[in-house]
Nanobody, 122 residues
């Protein structure tokens, strides 16, 4: 089992940037696909981005449109989500999760962090 702890959320103005981090423990994340999801109040959980075991497999949700970048540091057991050009529509709780194979479906991820709040003001 993998334990995940997100950090880096906060409040930012529209057009600003945030970098989220997800620290993993328990098992090395080099064996897992790591993903980011988000959930806005009253909305369903939404896929944001995922990165494969060694990095070459990377994919994003349709809404990202080049604004976000996912990366990982297997030596530090950490995955990152760099978010630029943020808009109020990006507001929500961002979750880190791990899976055994690449997927955009939350149901395919077996371990989840507690989430970090991102609030973008207009």
């Amino acid at each position: 089992q993998v334990q995940l702890v997100e950090s880096g959320g906060g409040m930012v103005q529209a057009g600003g940037s945030l970098r989220l981090s997800c620290a993993a423990s328990g098992r090395t994340i080099s064996e897992h696909v790591m993903g980011w999801f988000r959930q806005a109040p009253g909305e369903e959980r939404e896929f944001v981005a995922a990165i494969g075991w060694s990095g070459p497999i990377i994919f994003y949700g349709d809404f990202v449109k080049g604004r976000f970048t996912i990366s990982r540091d297997n030596g530090q057991n950490t995955v990152y989500l760099q978010m630029n050009s943020l808009s109020p529509e990006d507001t929500g709780v961002y979750y880190c999760a791990s899976a055994f194979s690449p997927s955009k479906r939350g149901a395919d991820y077996h371990s989840w962090g507690q989430g970090t709040q991102v609030t973008v003001s207009s």
